[in-house]
């Protein structure tokens, strides 16, 4: 979505919108409770987000871009075997982990 606005805009934006790593985001909240499904889930860390961030901030996923790390590397690896799984999650199934 940052691609389709100004540069002027998207600028302004950065500066002032709280930026969170969704990667780490992942990795913060360990205290949920079982069984618990993805709505579960995505409702403790909007929660968690809001409350410590505030409605405006902005989560980003980033891809493999970048100086390289273990994250390219996998993606090196699976594109010689030409393995990329493809999951589907709904918000009603239970997390398995």
């Known amino acids: 979505m ?4 100004s540069a002027h805009v998207r ?6 919108l709280p930026m969170l790593d969704g990667g780490h985001l ?8 079982r ?5 579960d889930l995505a409702e403790i860390y909007v929660k968690y987000i809001v409350t410590k961030f505030g409605r405006t901030s902005v989560v980003v996923f980033d891809g493999y871009n970048g100086l390289p790390n273990t994250k390219a590397g ?6 010689r075997i030409g393995s990329s799984p493809s999951i589907e999650v709904w918000g009603n ?5």
């Open 74 to 79: 996998e993606q090196r690896c699976r594109a």
């Open 93 to 97: 199934l239970p997390v398995t982990t």
């Open 2 to 5: 940052l691609s389709k606005i």
């Open 11 to 16: 600028q302004r934006l950065l500066q002032t």
């Open 35 to 39: 069984p618990s499904t993805y709505n």
């Open 26 to 33: 992942l990795y913060t909240i360990k205290d949920w409770k």
